[in-house]
């Protein structure tokens, strides 16, 4: 395929191009990630809760709102791609449920964001598969903004203030993703798409290479990541058995020190209203 050059990054040709994995954007955006997510672990334990949850708040209406119109620009005529625009991927699925976990701190959010956010959506950071139709800027600041706080938000929510899955959460977290890849595959049959990678690995490299021909890769990919989550979860169950962390939340998603114990007495000066 020919190749441009634009900017000192090397772009396949394409509606507008390509951007390739490990390239200098990609390589600077991954620094950024490290060190962004370094100084607001710091942050958050740090700054006064009240603080942080406003700070908090107001970054999740920013992205909510950008969500949503983002989601309109896709659906209109300059920029609608049947590949592309149904907001059908788990990153997709992100662009709201983190910004949910920003505003409201809700224990289901924050489980799933924490999970999917982690894993599925870190898949597109390390190995992204971008391309540009329209606005090279646009798509990409777009694209980073949605994968970047898919990861910095978990990690906040988790390094920053103390929230830890629970067995429950995990197994919340794995039934919300099984429930919308059946959608996101439904889309597929119904548009010929592959949204989620679903019925076909992307064209770049990624870690779908290593488990297999579809649709093998599927159940290689089920397995792997039921085991994953769980590595991902039982360090935080042993520590919190240990410390005796109370569970945060009525359906005891999560685990979190301060939360009220079984009294209602918070063990911790601080702790956000469970939810």
């Not at 903004?145 to 794995?174: E, F, K, M, N």
């Not at 870690?207 to 039921?226: F, R, S």
């Amino acid at each position: 395929m020919p190749q441009i050059e634009t900017g000192g990054v090397l772009l396949l040709e394409g509606p507008l191009g390509h951007m390739p994995a490990y390239g200098t954007a990609h390589l600077s955006v991954l620094t950024f990630l490290v060190l962004a997510a370094v100084v607001l672990v710091a942050w958050a334990r740090r700054t006064e809760p009240e603080r942080v949850d406003r700070t908090l708040r107001i970054t999740g209406w920013v992205l909510l709102v950008n969500a949503v119109a983002w989601t309109a620009w896709g659906a209109m005529p300059w920029a609608w791609n049947i590949d592309e625009s149904l907001p059908l991927h788990f990153s997709d699925a992100l662009r709201i449920i983190v910004p949910i976990a920003l505003i409201t701190q809700a224990r289901w959010a924050i489980v799933i964001s924490y999970f999917w956010g982690l894993t599925l959506n870190l898949q597109s950071v390390l190995t992204p598969d971008v391309n540009y139709f329209v606005s090279v800027p646009l798509e990409f600041t777009e694209y980073w903004g949605a994968h970047l706080s898919a990861v910095l938000a978990p990690i906040v929510l988790t390094w920053g203030l103390g929230y830890r899955p629970t067995w429950r959460g995990y197994r919340a977290a794995y039934a919300a993703a099984v429930a919308w890849a059946a959608i996101a595959f439904t889309g597929n049959a119904l548009t010929g798409s592959n949204y989620g990678y679903l019925n076909r690995a992307p064209a770049g490299p990624s870690v779908l290479d290593m488990m297999g021909p579809w649709p093998q890769y599927l159940l290689v990919e089920a397995v792997v990541i039921a085991v994953v989550w769980a590595l991902m979860t039982w360090p935080w169950i042993r520590r919190d058995r240990r410390l005796g962390t109370p569970v945060s939340g009525r359906r005891a998603l999560l685990r979190r020190p301060g939360a009220p114990d079984a009294t209602g007495v918070a063990r911790a000066p601080y702790d956000a209203e469970a939810r």
